[in-house]
């Protein structure tokens, strides 16, 4: 059981766009859960091609395991085309699917039911961004914007991003935005840890978040989901005009501080 997200937002700076990966890092089965990192890349064997797709998934981990090592498997034989990893994807969905759908028939045959859904996420030179969601029998699906598997999307999750993702925003606010889902949903839902993995799709290349920067995204979500919560105690129209003048004035406190930085 997992919650697993993926959105598309902007770099900070050049504003060019990129996705962010985000997955929470529990493992749990019936009686047990432990600590296990959902998000892989790809190709891992090529190593004259560098890691440019990002791997999730969500469900069984022995499956999922198996649909990695295939993919890499086929990443490694066309290499030569990862250079645009966007039409690699659109153009290889129907093969990529195909794999997962074998599999799964195979183990069928066998009487072992088996759950699994994939993200493949990429975003190419030109800027095009792709997220290809495949699940058990080999259907497939590509989001633009915004994609979301694993348990914790039925408890919460969808619903969370389903309100709070807005198009084109920073990176920065999508990680603030995705630790507060996760967060959020793991308060309810057992099977989602409140540990986070986080990665960045951008020009061919993978990234993962340094430390400093999911730190002051964590400070930062606590805050907003603080004010949120004031935010909705404060019904009453004058008490809240109150409170935002007193965030206005905290604001324009922090601008005038970085001015004179």
Request: hydrophobic fraction near 40%; aromatic fraction near 10%.
């Amino acid at each position: 059981m997992t919650l697993i997200l993926a959105l598309s937002c902007c770099e900070g700076k050049s504003k060019k766009p990129m996705l962010l990966i985000a997955a929470d890092r529990q493992a749990s089965s019936h009686y047990t859960k432990t600590e296990t990192t959902k998000i892989r890349y790809l190709p891992e064997k090529n190593m004259d091609a560098l890691p440019s797709i990002v791997f999730a998934a969500a469900g069984d981990a022995y499956i999922a395991d198996e649909i990695y090592d295939a993919f890499d498997n086929y990443l490694s034989q066309h290499s030569d085309e990862l250079n645009d990893v966007f039409n690699f994807l659109n153009y290889n969905r129907i093969k990529l699917s195909d794999i997962v759908g074998n599999i799964y028939v195979k183990y069928k045959n066998r009487g072992y039911k088996s759950d699994v859904t994939i993200l493949l996420c990429g975003c190419n030179n030109q800027y095009n961004q792709i997220i290809l969601q495949i699940c058990n029998e080999g259907l497939n699906m590509i989001h633009y914007n915004y994609c979301i598997i694993g348990m914790g999307s039925l408890t919460g999750g969808e619903l969370l991003l389903n309100e709070l993702f807005y198009s084109k925003q920073d990176d920065y606010d999508a990680v603030v935005l995705a630790c507060l889902i996760i967060n959020l949903v793991s308060k309810i839902d057992l099977s989602v840890g409140k540990g986070i993995d986080l990665v960045s799709c951008i020009n061919n290349k993978v990234r993962v978040l340094p430390e400093d920067e999911f730190n002051e995204a964590k400070k930062r979500l606590d805050n907003n989901w603080s004010l949120i919560k004031k935010i909705w105690r404060y019904h009453n129209y004058n008490l809240l005009i109150d409170e935002l003048k007193k965030m206005r004035e905290l604001i324009e406190a922090i601008e005038q501080k970085e001015a004179n930085n």
